[in-house]
């Protein structure tokens, strides 16, 4: 067994602060006033929120939100949901104690698959719901007796009609266990590594003619040495995989400018999409020097076996640290990928913010990064230029049906906290001229700096929601 994985997650302790009568929590939305197509940047509430999740119905207006809720002696796993596209959210409810690591996703016939690590064992647990998140059939367990009996930082994926379910989780090495019933019932586990390293995963996808991918960054012990890039596939239900390794990173910067940060946390992580005609494309951050902050590269294949070379398309800037990528490709047009990530262009280690960018043409072109972390106040850890440090090493973007998406990830004062979930939704607007403007968009940073076009927020509190449990 791994230890270094399992302590990965065990580092994240309660800070014992809370934010809650410092936190301005805007109950309804309102436009953004630095990207077009976008709401202003919201927060769930004044709880300390950790990598957030959310999954949007592809034939209805519900969307859903989870989280990993930190408090006194217990933690959390809360979900929430939206009946009108995300403008207005009921109460929060509990759908896990002693929880972390949520994920959750939706059928094309509304169902939600939603799941989470349980208790000091570790144990990957799935609930799903077939009345829009009402009520919910029991948490059971997805790993059967035997080894591996637990594991670590999963990643759900379904095919759109839910029938085909893969979770992919480490124990140490990399594995991917698979449902073809629905989550009633789940087969062995396979193992897909053998080199003795902590593999990551952090992004799937089902493409259009069955094959399922995973992208995972795999760790050397205590994060030391290059890390490698990989996409898992497997062409016969996840009975088989390989594994292809698009690139290598060097060592991450430090992040011991914030409290409680530990080497390799700001190491690469993968982003992976696939669009309705199957192009496949992956977006990661890597660097190679090591110590030193790392860009954020995207590349495509048409079938898995082949890639692109890598293109930038974070600032250009080298001192800036792009990280934590996540992706989506449109539900009804061909070659149109959103990105989203974090970096720190505003001021380096202290101003954290979250961008987007996209492509129409399947990443020949692309956009300007837009800024959707738009608020200058709202938290103690939101200021004039940003927010001071990433609330953990993932978050999600989602799509409707409408091609709207819907983002979440998490803000806060440092590793340790506190810190919260923010949100926004919308599409991006499409450019005149389809040009990749890297050089443009470090001019638009230069004018953002000095004319921040953040929406100021008024000095009040607000009530936090608070609700009922599911279990």
């Known amino acids: 067994m791994n230890g270094s994985t399992r302590d990965r997650e ?5 800070s014992g602060l809370s934010y809650a009568a410092q936190t301005f ?38 969307v859903y939100q989870m989280a990993t809720r930190y408090g006194g002696t217990q933690v959390e796993v809360i979900f929430r949901r939206s009946l009108d596209g995300g403008a207005t959210w009921e109460t929060d409810q509990v759908f896990a104690t002693n929880a972390g690591d949520p994920m959750i996703e939706v059928a094309d016939d509304g169902t939600i698959y939603a799941m989470c690590i349980v208790g000091g064992g570790y144990k990957l647990k799935m609930a799903r719901s077939f009345d829009y998140g009402v009520t919910w059939t029991s948490l059971d367990d997805i790993l059967g007796p035997g080894q591996p009996n637990w594991g670590d930082r999963p990643v759900l994926v379904i095919s759109p009609d839910g029938q085909d379910v893969y979770v992919g989780f480490n124990q140490g090495e990399s594995y991917v266990v698979s449902s073809h019933d629905g989550a009633a019932n789940w087969g062995t586990p396979v193992q897909t590594s053998n080199n003795g390293r902590s593999w990551f995963h952090s992004a799937g996808a089902v493409a259009p003619n069955g094959d399922v991918y995973f992208a995972a960054a795999d760790y050397g012990a205590g994060y030391l040495g290059s890390t490698p890039i990989n ?24 992040c011991d400018y914030a409290d409680g940060c530990y080497f390799g946390f700001l190491g690469p992580e993968v982003g992976l999409a696939i669009d309705v005609n199957g192009l496949i494309m992956v977006s990661y951050n890597a660097g190679d020097v090591a110590n030193q902050p790392q860009k954020l590269w995207v590349r495509t294949s048409s079938d898995g076996v082949v890639w692109s070379s890598r293109t930038e398309i974070s600032s250009g800037i ?7 990528p ?67 090493d993932y978050y999600e973007i989602a799509i409707d049906g409408d091609d709207v998406n819907h983002i979440i990830w998490g803000a806060g004062t440092s590793y340790t906290g506190p810190g919260g979930s923010w949100y926004t939704r919308g599409t991006p607007v499409p450019e005149p001229t389809a040009v990749h403007q890297l050089f443009a968009g470090a001019m638009l940073l230069a004018a953002l700096a000095r004319q921040r076009f953040r929406h100021r927020l008024p000095s009040r509190k607000s009530p936090i929601k608070g609700g009922p449990g599911i279990q």
């Open 25 to 62: 929590v805007q109950l309804t939305p309102s436009a953004s006033l630095a990207t077009s197509g976008f709401d202003s940047e919201r927060v769930w509430g004044g709880s300390d929120d950790w990598e957030p999740a959310n999954a949007a119905d592809p034939g209805a207006p519900y």
């Open 10 to 14: 065990r580092k994240k302790k309660w």
């Open 326 to 392: 996540a992706m989506v490709a449109s539900r009804t047009v061909a070659g149109d990928f959103r990105v989203v990530w974090q970096d720190d262009r505003e001021d380096s280690e202290v101003a954290w913010n979250t961008w987007v960018v996209n492509t129409l043409d399947g990443g020949a072109t692309w956009s300007a990064s837009e800024l959707l972390s738009d608020l200058d106040a709202g938290a103690p850890y939101k200021g004039p230029l940003g927010y001071s440090f990433v609330y953990g």
């Open 231 to 254: 996409v898992l596939r497997s062409t016969d239900g996840g009975v088989n995989w390989t594994t292809t390794v698009l690139d290598t990173s060097a060592e991450a910067a430090p």
């Open 318 to 324: 080298a001192d800036v640290n792009n990280a934590f």
